[in-house]
């Protein structure tokens, strides 16, 4: 494969989602066609793609015909079946690699990675048995969290473990299935670090991002974060050890925790650009999803400098939508608002459908304004009959 892959050329993604969408759009604007692989051309990126192959993630013979259409083939969600994945090899590049998503997809290799790279992590343990349940139960600080292998994410296949006897009911709620027993922390605060690794090695990273939760779902991601220049420094010196040391060619986000005493534990890592990495298209030089272009093109990184003081971004879920059509004329009356629809048909409580960025003079109005957009969309709207008019009299 001849590198850099030039504008012109077709890129293949691996999934439809808002992610897969919003790479569509980095990649048209610079002159690339894409090619999708998903279920529907309903999905938010089968929408606005080139050409659609339409099968499921798992099927090696859809990604197989992916793989014949495109120069390279990049992902949007990790939890996808390696196997399937294999079939591109020799026909187009795969960014990022098999080695990469065997770690990130599996919480066991991705803990035993962390700790082999000598990163802080909190205590963790396997859990496949009932053998494993009461022998690590014994012992294991509690409260914990056990979480399944694989195909976890917002909070999905986790169960709280409050005492060693509960182990063993919360593995089988689970399915019985290989789980990773992890230590409950303490954290004040959760922060993400986007970084980028070219084809030649070269790393951009994005400053730590604040993140507030709700119900496991990522709900309010602001920066820069309010870290002291050594927190900085450690967080970007983390991502940049795992970039290094996953041999990344991609975008990376490392979700990290804080402590009370400043120091900082590893999360868990995706290998694709991240939610709340949305702040950067608004926020930063370059998006997180023109990266990924770049990236897996082999072309020259983009800057990584925030462009505006103050960037927030706040996620939409289909919650907003039962009572109604949100206001949106409301929402983006607030100054410094930005909305991102993702194009999905069905609104259903808990799924994301959106998310909306505000920029601010500082991180309190960037996130005071997002929030107030957000709020003002479930405030009733003003009828065309008694809106103002946009005329003078």
């Not at 439809?16 to 279920?39: I, K, N, S």
């Not at 798992?58 to 939890?79: C, P, R, W």
């Not at 999905?156 to 089988?172: D, F, V």
């Not at 050594?230 to 970007?236: D, G, H, I, M, N």
């Given at each position: 494969?001849?590198?850099?892959?030039?504008p012109?050329?077709?890129?293949g993604?691996?999934?439809?989602?808002?992610?897969?969408?919003?790479?569509?759009?980095?990649?048209?604007?610079?002159?690339?066609?894409?090619?999708?692989?998903?279920?529907?051309?309903?999905?938010?990126?089968?929408?606005?793609?080139?050409e659609?192959?339409?099968?499921?993630?798992?099927?090696?013979?859809?990604?197989?015909?992916?793989?014949?259409?495109?120069d390279?083939?990049?992902?949007?969600?990790?939890?996808v079946?390696?196997?399937?994945?294999?079939?591109?090899?020799?026909?187009a590049?795969?960014?990022?690699?098999?080695?990469?998503?065997?770690?990130?997809?599996?919480?066991?290799?991705?803990?035993?990675?962390?700790?082999?790279?000598?990163?802080?992590?909190?205590?963790?343990?396997?859990?496949?048995?009932?053998?494993?349940?009461?022998?690590?139960?014994?012992?294991?600080?509690?409260?914990?969290v056990?979480?399944?292998?694989?195909?976890?994410?917002d909070?999905?296949?986790?169960?709280?473990?409050?005492?060693?006897?509960?182990?063993?009911?919360a593995?089988?709620?689970?399915g019985q299935?290989?789980?990773?027993?992890?230590?409950?922390?303490?954290?004040?605060?959760?922060?993400s670090?986007?970084?980028?690794?070219?084809?030649?090695?070269?790393?951009?990273?994005?400053?730590?991002?604040?993140?507030?939760?709700?119900?496991?779902v990522?709900?309010?991601?602001?920066?820069?974060a309010?870290?002291?220049?050594?927190?900085?420094?450690?967080?970007?010196?983390?991502?940049?050890?795992?970039?290094?040391?996953?041999?990344?060619?991609g975008?990376?986000?490392?979700?990290?925790?804080?402590?009370?005493?400043?120091?900082?534990l590893?999360?868990?890592i995706?290998?694709?650009?991240?939610?709340?990495?949305?702040?950067t298209?608004?926020?930063?030089?370059?998006?997180?999803?023109?990266?990924?272009?770049?990236?897996?093109?082999?072309?020259?990184?983009?800057?990584?400098?925030?462009?505006?003081p103050?960037?927030?971004?706040?996620?939409?879920l289909?919650?907003?939508?039962q009572a109604?059509?949100?206001?949106?004329?409301?929402?983006?009356?607030?100054?410094?608002?930005?909305?991102?629809?993702?194009?999905?048909?069905?609104?259903r409580?808990g799924?994301?459908?959106?998310?909306i960025?505000?920029?601010?003079?500082?991180?309190?109005?960037?996130?005071?304004?997002?929030?107030?957009?957000?709020?003002?969309?479930?405030?009733?709207?003003?009828?065309?009959a008694?809106?103002?008019?946009?005329?003078?009299?």
């Amino acid at each position: 494969m001849t590198v850099p892959i030039q504008p012109g050329a077709t890129l293949g993604i691996v999934g439809g989602g808002q992610l897969g969408r919003m790479f569509v759009a980095a990649a048209h604007r610079m002159g690339y066609r894409v090619c999708v692989l998903c279920p529907s051309p309903e999905e938010p990126a089968g929408q606005v793609a080139d050409e659609l192959v339409r099968g499921e993630l798992a099927d090696g013979d859809a990604v197989a015909k992916l793989a014949s259409m495109t120069d390279v083939i990049t992902l949007e969600f990790e939890n996808v079946n390696v196997d399937a994945l294999a079939r591109a090899e020799g026909h187009a590049w795969l960014r990022p690699g098999l080695s990469l998503l065997e770690v990130a997809r599996d919480r066991r290799r991705e803990k035993r990675t962390f700790a082999s790279l000598g990163l802080p992590l909190p205590r963790f343990a396997v859990i496949e048995s009932e053998e494993d349940c009461e022998r690590t139960g014994a012992d294991f600080p509690m409260p914990a969290v056990l979480k399944t292998a694989l195909a976890g994410y917002d909070g999905k296949g986790q169960r709280r473990i409050e005492s060693p006897e509960a182990l063993g009911a919360a593995w089988k709620e689970l399915g019985q299935v290989p789980t990773v027993l992890e230590a409950f922390v303490p954290f004040v605060g959760e922060l993400s670090v986007v970084g980028v690794r070219g084809h030649d090695g070269e790393i951009a990273l994005y400053e730590p991002c604040h993140n507030t939760h709700v119900d496991h779902v990522l709900d309010l991601s602001l920066a820069p974060a309010p870290l002291s220049p050594e927190v900085t420094r450690e967080a970007e010196e983390i991502t940049r050890a795992l970039l290094e040391g996953l041999d990344v060619t991609g975008v990376l986000c490392v979700e990290l925790f804080l402590l009370e005493d400043g120091r900082l534990l590893v999360n868990e890592i995706a290998p694709r650009p991240h939610n709340s990495g949305h702040l950067t298209i608004e926020g930063h030089a370059t998006s997180q999803f023109e990266q990924q272009v770049r990236a897996a093109c082999g072309l020259p990184l983009g800057s990584t400098r925030r462009v505006v003081p103050s960037v927030a971004m706040c996620n939409l879920l289909g919650d907003l939508w039962q009572a109604g059509p949100p206001n949106w004329p409301g929402a983006l009356a607030v100054p410094g608002a930005n909305l991102h629809l993702y194009g999905k048909s069905e609104a259903r409580p808990g799924r994301k459908m959106g998310h909306i960025t505000a920029v601010g003079a500082d991180p309190e109005e960037a996130r005071s304004r997002a929030l107030e957009a957000r709020a003002r969309l479930l405030e009733p709207a003003q009828s065309a009959a008694t809106a103002p008019s946009a005329g003078g009299s």
